[in-house]
């Protein structure tokens, strides 16, 4: 497998010359200063890639060329931003540039409750609090309807959890899963959001109405109209699972199981309509075999987040080691290896250690914690490959 590195650009306090250093061969990043909807140029691609390829790298991967939400709900100007996401992809197709991760992830792109959770040996990762997740939901967004979503046995630790938090708390609570978590990665919560709440609820109000049927039509019109670009410069668009891959804030999933996969891939049924295996996002699900998914999506499957979860009975889940968890990623870089050799992965959501939590890095995009990470996957693919010398 490729060894990539999500890199944020220019600005990234990661350099590339660092990411050389360490083993990285390819880099998987965007032109993050492009606000979404717009076209991305020839000339902004290549002068990217170029700079890329000065320091001895690639540009492997774009994540993302992001869905605009227009799109998503299937707002009045869906079909202009799906003619510039076709130009875009143009762009990227002439420019080289071959495999696009994207998502189709309503309002919110993936969500952890604490940024900074404990570990016994001083180390930290990103956390999934249910009960804190539910307050945040039913007392600080305040949407309708919402203690519906959860037991009744969640909703009294809901209502005890009330009475107790501070106000310091609920801020961070904001700050982590809207502001933090999102203001990195997606446009509509970049720079100095003065009231995050009511944004959020403001774009929570555009998807009332849409269920999970009429999302997935939507994702369909997308492909149907931006895949025959794909397949005239040999791309590859694939798509990203949700995380966590079950429904949150009332907002319709439609990446977070084998059904939804085998319709998504059916849905259009080109080897340009492709998935991003994220073993994080697809093993936070206690209905998901995550090795059996592999196996079975390996052909369609054109870039790996190789990452892993703990999951708890509660709901609550956390990011495990890289040798750990329900990812299974021994067992995954097997399947891989045999079945579709040479695909790009990176590793992802590095944990917090020896001084990473005083840096700069965004939230799961820590310097350390994914070198340690690295250097763990890079020992299995060796391992592997061992393995497969042997035979």
């Known amino acids: 497998m490729e060894k990539t590195w999500r890199w944020f650009g220019k600005k990234d306090p990661i350099t590339l010359d660092m990411l050389r250093q360490i083993g990285v061969e390819g880099i998987v990043t965007a032109l993050h200063d492009v606000p979404n909807g717009e076209i991305w140029t020839f000339d902004a691609i290549f002068e990217l890639k170029t700079y890329i390829g000065s320091f001895g790298l690639r540009w492997s991967v774009v994540e993302s060329l992001p869905v605009s939400e227009s799109i998503k709900y299937a707002g009045a ?19 080289g540039i071959k495999t696009v991760c994207y998502n189709f992830m309503p309002v919110i792109d993936w969500i952890r409750t604490d940024l900074d959770y404990k570990l016994p040996d001083g180390t930290s990762t990103l956390y999934f609090d249910k009960v804190r997740f539910a307050y945040f939901d039913c007392y600080i967004l305040n949407r309708a309807g919402a203690a519906n979503d959860y037991s009744t046995d969640e909703m009294k630790q809901v209502n005890e959890l009330n009475k107790t938090i501070t106000e310091d708390e609920k801020a961070e609570l904001i700050n982590t899963i809207i502001v933090k978590t999102q203001g990195f990665v997606n446009e509509n919560f970049k720079g100095n959001v003065q009231k995050p709440v009511e944004l959020f609820n403001q774009l929570l109000a555009l998807y009332k109405g849409i269920d999970k049927n009429q999302l997935r039509e939507n994702l369909k019109y997308f492909l149907t109209c931006v895949i025959p670009t794909a397949e005239q410069y040999g791309m590859k668009l694939c798509i990203h699972p949700d995380d966590p891959p079950f429904p949150v804030l009332g907002l319709p999933r439609i990446v977070g199981n084998t059904e939804d996969i085998e319709w998504i891939l059916n849905a259009v049924k080109s080897n340009s309509n492709g998935l991003t295996f994220c073993a994080g996002s697809l093993s936070s699900g206690l209905h998901n075999d995550v090795p059996a998914m592999a196996k079975q999506f390996a052909a369609r ?15 609550n889940f956390m990011e495990a080691s890289h040798l750990e968890g329900r990812g299974h990623l021994v067992e995954l870089v097997r399947i891989f290896e045999k079945e579709k050799p040479g695909l790009p992965m990176r590793v992802d959501h590095g944990k917090l250690m020896l001084g ?19 250097a763990q996957v890079s020992g299995i693919l060796a391992a592997v490959e061992h393995e497969g010398s042997l035979k």
């Open 356 to 374: 990473d939590g005083n840096t700069k890095h965004n939230p799961g995009y820590s310097f350390l914690g994914r070198m340690f990470a690295l």
């Open 77 to 95: 100007d869906r079909d202009i931003l799906i003619d510039n996401y076709k130009v875009s992809l143009s762009n990227l197709g002439k420019a």
């Open 301 to 315: 499957t054109h870039f790996v987040h190789l990452r892993s979860t703990e999951v708890y009975e509660n709901g």
